[in-house]
């Protein structure tokens, strides 16, 4: 499959309208991992596991590429674990499934959580986990420091700037991956975070928190830190009018972040990359607290295609009350996705949602978001898989019909009464069929300009011939 943008669509080799639906794929190494030649970074994913995730209706994966395996010394790429990204990327394809690479990192760096190699995190500060792990973005003066230097650019021990390794790497990536048919995009770093600024940003928003609700700052601050009093603050953003004012209050203090050395990243990775993959299609992050509701204030990426990448989470994210999650905070949360998406006029790529491992009860919480999703016809890639995913109720609230790829333009769609599912959209003459796909055991209908139409059904699989007029299809 090879992607292109058309205004705030995907298009594909056949000019068709194509909406991605996957997952995630990340093996994050162990915490003080430098780099492996052997197996700790490589995932234990199995031809079976893939098989079924493109069973169930999943057609792509976002496949975490983790920067401390693939360069464990400045300038050394790790000729073991890319042989292993490409036999990754043939099972991939194999199985029917599209692949974007993402550099993935979480607190930076391997020393931490996962991400950078140990000879880029340049801090002498001791490290110290906070029992939430993101917490340490806020709390660790390492996490801080190490951040820092590398949006600065610091040198490493070989006296090249760290940042400018990075990119580097994504030269090599592209270079030795990127002709690899399973390979449609780059998603260049995953969350990135400011170092010293995030405790700004915390205190903004804390402190527009305190304001509107007439509490003392400290108090907030103190119920922030405990799991209990956590949720009573966070059931506050439940108004969706209190929730964007007090995101909006670190809005300021993150645009120069996102207008500099944050877009100053995603323009020389996309040339690295460009270089040996002139048609690449990049994706955009927003930066780390864009996922709390926070306004992103990102430039357009020149050059090429690109798309709008924002993760969507509720705000009880990898805590134990993620089994009660709010709709309302997560919608906010991707309200704002769109408005900014809305001002780019670029595609959408959500590269992070769900979070919802094998929680039972979560699965209205799982349709809901997708209602949304369906709305804007946007991609999306569920996180995430793990040995647990294919028995979970997240995983059969994900099996719903979805539009593959659509000859035509103006595609909407929206679940029904009933449990039942419809789409429509301006049809077009074209070189490939219009494709659906919708579990075998439910029914379909089709109308072309007020007619009733035919469908060839293979398995799953909903093939309607291209032609131009009004469609609308029914799933009951």
């Known amino acids: 499959m090879q992607l292109r943008t058309d205004g705030t669509i995907l298009v594909d080799e056949h000019g068709r309208q194509r909406i991605l639906h996957g997952i995630n794929l990340v093996a994050k190494g162990p915490?003080?991992?430098?780099?492996?030649?052997?197996?700790?970074?490589?995932?234990?994913?199995?031809?079976?596991?893939l098989a079924g995730l493109a069973r169930s209706g999943l057609d792509a994966v976002r496949l975490g590429v983790i920067w401390a395996a693939v360069e464990p010394e400045p300038g050394r790429y790790d000729t073991g674990h890319l042989a292993w990204l490409e036999d990754m990327l043939d099972r991939l394809h194999r199985a029917g499934l599209a692949v974007v690479l993402d550099a993935h990192q979480d607190l930076y760096s391997q020393s931490f959580g996962d991400g950078a190699p140990a000879w880029a995190t340049l801090t002498a500060q001791p490290f110290t986990p906070s029992d939430l792990w993101s917490d340490a973005y806020v709390s660790s003066a390492a996490v801080q420091e190490a951040l820092d230097a590398f949006w600065a650019d610091a040198p490493g021990p070989d006296g090249v700037g760290i940042r400018t390794r990075f990119t580097a790497m994504?030269?090599?990536?592209?270079?030795?991956?990127?002709?690899?048919?399973?390979?449609?995009?780059?998603?260049?770093?995953?969350?990135?975070?400011?170092?010293?600024?995030m405790v700004e940003v915390q205190q903004a928003i804390l402190g527009a928190l305190a304001e509107r609700t007439g509490q003392a700052p400290e108090q907030v601050a103190a119920d922030l830190s405990d799991p209990a009093a956590r949720l009573a603050q966070l059931a506050r953003l439940e108004d969706e009018s209190l929730h964007r004012a007090v995101a909006d209050a670190a809005a300021p203090l993150l645009a120069p972040f996102e207008q500099g050395p944050v877009h100053d990243l995603f323009r020389q990775a996309a040339a690295a990359i460009r270089e040996h993959r002139p048609g690449a299609l990049i994706l955009r992050e927003h930066s780390y607290?864009?996922?709390?509701?926070?306004?992103?204030?990102?430039?357009?990426?020149?050059g090429g295609a690109w798309a709008y990448s924002p993760h969507g989470y509720d705000l009880v994210v990898d805590t134990e009350a993620m089994s009660a999650p709010s709709d309302r905070r997560v919608t906010t949360i991707l309200t704002r996705a769109a408005e900014t998406a809305a001002g780019l006029g670029v595609p959408v790529i959500v590269g992070e949602w769900g979070g919802l491992g094998d929680l039972a009860g979560i699965g209205a919480h799982i349709q809901?978001?997708?209602?949304?999703?369906?709305?804007w016809a946007w991609s999306w890639f569920y996180w995430s898989f793990d040995a647990s995913f294919p028995g979970s109720e997240a995983a059969r609230h994900l099996r719903r019909p979805r539009a593959v790829a659509v000859t035509g333009r103006g595609l909407r769609a929206e679940s029904s009464a009933g449990g039942g599912w419809k789409a429509a959209w301006d049809g077009a003459e074209g070189p490939a069929p219009t494709e659906f796909w919708v579990p075998e055991e439910r029914d379909v209908?089709?109308?072309?300009?007020?007619?009733?139409?035919?469908?060839?059904?293979?398995?799953?699989r909903v093939i309607i011939t291209p032609r131009p007029g009004e469609h609308r299809l029914r799933v009951l």
């Open 289 to 302: 607290p864009g996922n709390l509701g926070v306004p992103a204030a990102i430039p357009p990426l020149d």
């Open 31 to 49: 915490r003080g991992q430098a780099g492996s030649s052997g197996t700790a970074f490589r995932g234990d994913w199995s031809d079976e596991d």
């Open 368 to 375: 809901h978001q997708l209602d949304l999703f369906d709305r």
């Open 170 to 197: 994504w030269g090599e990536l592209a270079r030795r991956l990127g002709g690899h048919p399973a390979v449609i995009g780059y998603d260049v770093l995953n969350e990135p975070a400011p170092g010293a600024l």
């Open 445 to 460: 209908e089709l109308v072309v300009d007020g007619a009733r139409a035919s469908i060839l059904r293979e398995g799953a």
